[in-house]
């Protein structure tokens, strides 16, 4: 008798999920000392001092920068626009985004590094953090401690410190849209109104997760131009970069290794391997990796690594600001017809927003014809045409207006002809235009006229609106 044959059919063990999810490892930032940082320190410490300084700086009787939403003017340093100058500030915007482009096209990531706003407030929260916890080392040693007195000492000195500033961040923003200095005796005095309340500390807690918990999380995930600034480099664009032809193979530079590589006739790279340049790196990234979306140009690397050059008494510049061209031996295009053509255009607009800002009139205009009849006819056979008129003086000096109408001669008026208005003062006008055809007869029921509105004082016309006077078909 033979045995049946058995086959195991047993299922293999379920293979366990694979999460999609890398955990965040905890970057400890080394201090560096050298060019590129003491540039980054006075960049982002003027950014600084430019944000909570400009707040309380006045100019004539009010706040130099003042966003006074409730009665929608913005005064920037003596100029006041208007919701009516939109499109200056979307020219504005524009022109900001196209000098990034050209930035970026000549020299990467130099905004990322030196004065995003990301950027400043990380590097204090850093700066912060060095002077409370100590150097890497000491922190990577504390963070491995279980909890104690002095830790908790730290850590709690840290967490003030950087919720300080995060507060007078959020305070320092608040006092740009309602009087710094009236906000803080509001402030004070608890009667702050609900709105500023919730400004503030929406600002605070954004700058104390954004620059205290998330740092390089907010450049690599959640920067939308550290995703397509690759699109405006080039061969010649200047980059944070590693001379892989000067540094590898790169090693320790230990007597055996050395006398093993000259048994083979093999000379070792200039790189020795330290990773100085990754612990100094606020992203974490190596560079001797190549270039990478991560990089966001600060140039710590550079120092780190010259500073290595220096002790081993090598040339600096292992990892340097080169292009793509030069590191293949090939000659750099500075002049190249993209950056120029990026930077033609941005001296264009740069040039047609400062004509527009100095050429513009401080004072609107607005006029609607009545929705009601097109055109009224009275007892004495004349026509009547109503007008609704809004008169704003802009200006920073209290004025007197003359209007008067063109292109309607004999027609006669209700409103005055003269307006004195104070500064950011509106005047609302109900104009009626009457003619009397049969002694000033119209070559067409459709008749274009012009609202004009001058200065009194210097005779300047200040606007000059086209609309429209209607009578019944002769
Ligand atoms: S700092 Fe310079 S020498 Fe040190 S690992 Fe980086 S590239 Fe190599
Ligand atoms: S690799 Fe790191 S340290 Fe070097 S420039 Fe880029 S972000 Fe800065």
Not at 11 to 39: D, T
Not at 305 to 324: A, F, H, N, Q, W
Request: hydrophobic residues 40%.
């Amino acid at each position: 008798m033979s045995n049946i044959p058995v086959k195991d059919v047993t299922p293999p063990p379920a293979k366990q999920p694979q999460s999609m999810y890398e955990k965040r490892k905890k970057i400890y930032v080394r201090e560096v000392e050298g060019l590129f940082q003491k540039i980054r320190t006075y960049s982002l410490w003027g950014l600084m001092l430019a944000y909570f300084g400009t707040a309380w700086l006045n100019w004539g009787d009010r706040q130099a920068v003042f966003f006074d939403l409730p009665a929608r003017q913005f005064h920037i340093f003596g100029m006041t626009f208007w919701p009516q100058d939109f499109p200056l500030l979307a020219g504005i915007l524009i022109i900001c985004a196209y000098g990034l482009f050209t930035i970026t096209n000549m020299a990467g990531r130099i905004w990322c590094g030196y004065t995003c706003p990301q950027s400043a407030w990380s590097f204090i929260f850093m700066w912060i953090e060095e002077r409370a916890e100590g150097t890497r080392n000491q922190r990577i040693k504390l963070d491995k401690e279980k909890m104690s007195a002095t830790k908790f000492r730290k850590k709690a000195i840290k967490h003030i410190a950087w919720l300080a500033v995060a507060f007078w961040t959020g305070v320092t923003f608040v006092g740009y849209f309602t009087p710094i200095r009236e906000l803080i005796p509001d402030m004070l005095s608890f009667g702050m109104n609900s709105w500023g309340v919730f400004w503030m500390l929406f600002f605070t807690a954004a700058t104390y997760i954004n620059a205290g918990w998330m740092r390089e999380q907010v450049c690599i995930y959640m920067c939308p131009y550290a995703r397509f600034q690759s699109v405006m480099y080039d061969r010649d664009t200047l980059a944070v970069s590693y001379d892989e032809n000067r540094g590898e193979p790169r090693m320790h530079r230990s007597k055996k290794k050395l006398a093993e590589m000259e048994a083979k006739n093999e000379k070792p790279g200039d790189c020795v391997d330290c990773s100085l340049c990754v612990q100094v790196c606020p992203t974490g990234i190596d560079i001797r990796d190549g270039l990478q979306y991560q990089c966001i140009g600060c140039a710590l690397c550079i120092d780190a690594c010259d500073s290595v050059m220096e002790k081993l008494d090598l040339p600096k510049g292992l990892i340097r600001y080169t292009t793509e061209n030069e590191l293949e031996g090939q000659k750099t295009h500075f002049f190249r017809p993209r950056l120029v053509g990026y930077a033609g255009i941005l001296v264009l607009m740069i040039g047609g927003l400062i004509y527009s800002i100095v050429t513009r009139t401080p004072f609107e205009l607005d006029i609607e014809r009545s929705r009601g009849a097109l055109y009224t006819v009275t007892a004495n056979d004349t026509v009547k045409n109503s007008y609704y008129l809004k008169l704003m003086n802009m200006s920073q000096t209290a004025e007197t207006y003359v209007l008067k109408v063109e292109g309607l001669d004999g027609a006669t008026t209700n409103a005055p002809s003269e307006y004195e208005l104070e500064v950011n003062d509106l005047e609302e006008v109900a104009l009626t235009l009457e003619l009397d055809p049969a002694e000033h007869p119209l070559a067409t029921s459709k008749t274009t006229i012009e609202f004009v509105v001058t200065r009194k004082s210097s005779g300047e016309e200040v606007a000059r609106e086209e609309s429209r006077f209607i009578a019944p078909r002769q």
